[in-house]
């Protein structure tokens, strides 16, 4: 026996409508034919669904598709431009935010620098206000959701950042609660390593990889996890989270979490940073010297001395990318993944740190772990998270529990309280911090 959901269409029904709708978005049933072969479902069944998604303007017909005998069939068609989605990642030191359409496209994207330590209020505000500025170029356009990365644990059910290491003021704050009121759309936030992770697996290197780890190396370090084709979140929002875990018992490696020897105290962007510094006050490089008397000195400065060939610049790199191998290997015998990507500001710094991390993982993995395991950088450098963020928002959109809330509307405009828990959202905008 059918039950109906709070859209009025049962939940047979239901099922069958997302996975006709998931073919024809993901491209891979462009006829009522192909959906027919894709699906498995019945003819009456497709049909009785695909009209259902075209009287809610989900799908349309297009041009005549080829015949494989008999009338040539409709292509079918799902409108990506109905809406559009906001998409930010906000790193350590910058913001990055764009406009994708509803097949994950991006259409527009803006950056600043910024630091993250600033606080949530002036933060956020910088966020609303770069999306205000790519919605004005696009003033009919409805948005459908918005998505965000943050450099940091957040609980993903409330889409709250929760005690992060580099951003001081934003423990608890209610970043979903803020954007849904104010753009009137449902939000989701994550650890801006998990999208881009997703990002890196729905339209990177990792496009059909069902089990692969994206390890970011920026100023800190951290890895998303994709398993048997799903964002594997863990328990409270926090799986992944690589860079504190314990490679020395080094008294003088404090890490911002408070604990001794974490891996992105050692081998991450500030601590690349902090030994670049110390070798070339002591006189031990002459090309990290000459750039510290320029200012202070980042991760690339490191990079650009190793690509010069300076000895100091070249083992720093080596060692940071051990303790990463080290640290990775572990993850590699336990989750088993088919691919490993490596992604980050600290990333693109040259062959030594990537050599360094592969010679680690298969030297000190299990032979049937590394078997098949690939090992690379990361070619969507700054976009993985951007899109990895539009993604999740259309993900959960289009899930059976999202679209049957709001199918039957024919979008998701004006319904903030998709995205919200059990708790719901603040009854009125002065309840969020400002």
């Known amino acids: 026996m059918s039950v109906a959901t709070d859209s009025g269409v049962a939940t047979d029904q ?29 003819r009456t069944v497709i049909t009785q669904r695909v009209s259902q998604l075209m009287a809610r303007g989900l799908v349309v017909e297009g041009q005549l598709g080829p015949s494989t005998g008999g009338r040539a069939p409709r292509e079918l068609r799902f409108r990506a431009d109905a809406g559009v989605v906001l998409a930010a990642e906000l790193g350590a030191t910058s913001i990055t935010v764009g406009l994708t359409d509803l097949a994950g496209e991006l259409l527009a994207h803006r950056e600043e620098p910024w630091d993250v330590a600033a606080g949530a209020t002036a933060t956020l505000d910088l966020v609303e206000q770069l999306f205000d500025e790519l919605l004005a170029d696009r003033a009919s356009s409805q948005v459908w959701g918005i998505g965000v990365g943050l450099p940091g644990p957040v609980e993903f059910a409330s889409g709250r950042p929760v005690a992060p290491p580099i951003m001081p003021g934003w423990d608890g704050y209610p970043v979903r609660d803020r954007l849904a009121r104010r753009y009137r759309a449902p939000v989701w936030v994550d650890n801006e390593v998990n999208t881009m992770a997703l990002g890196e697996y ?71 940073a902090r030994d670049a510094t110390e070798a070339a006050r002591q006189g031990r490089s002459e090309f990290l010297a000459r750039r510290l008397a320029g200012g202070e000195l980042e991760a690339r400065d490191v990079a650009q001395a190793a690509e010069h060939g300076d000895p100091v610049a070249v083992e ?119």
């Open 202 to 272: 729905r339209t990177g290197i990792g496009r059909g990889v069902r089990d692969l780890v994206y390890v970011k190396i920026g100023s800190g370090i951290g890895a998303g996890l994709i398993s048997g084709g799903r964002l594997h979140r863990g328990a409270q929002g926090c799986a992944g989270d690589i860079g504190h875990v314990s490679v020395s018992d080094d008294s003088r490696t404090v890490c911002r979490c408070g604990n001794l020897g974490c891996l992105e105290a050692l081998a991450g962007g500030v601590a690349l």
């Open 14 to 42: 239901l099922e069958t409508l997302v996975e006709v709708l998931d073919l024809v978005r993901a491209g891979e049933a462009r006829t009522r034919p192909e959906l027919l072969r894709r699906s498995g479902l019945g």
């Open 316 to 434: 720093l790199l080596t060692h940071a990318g051990r303790l990463i191998g080290v640290t990775l290997a572990t993850l590699v015998n336990m989750f088993n993944p088919a691919l490993v990507v490596i992604g980050g500001g600290v990333a693109e710094s040259g062959d030594q740190l990537l050599a360094a991390i592969r010679e680690t993982v298969y030297r000190r993995s299990l032979p049937l772990a590394t078997r098949e395991l690939r090992i690379t950088r990361s070619p969507l450098s700054n976009r993985a998270g951007l899109l990895g963020a539009a993604f999740m928002v259309l993900d959960e959109l289009f899930s059976r529990t999202q679209l049957g809330a709001w199918i039957d509307q024919g979008s998701p405009v004006g319904r903030p309280e998709l995205s919200a828990g059990q708790d719901g959202l603040p009854e009125h905008a002065s309840e969020i911090p400002r």
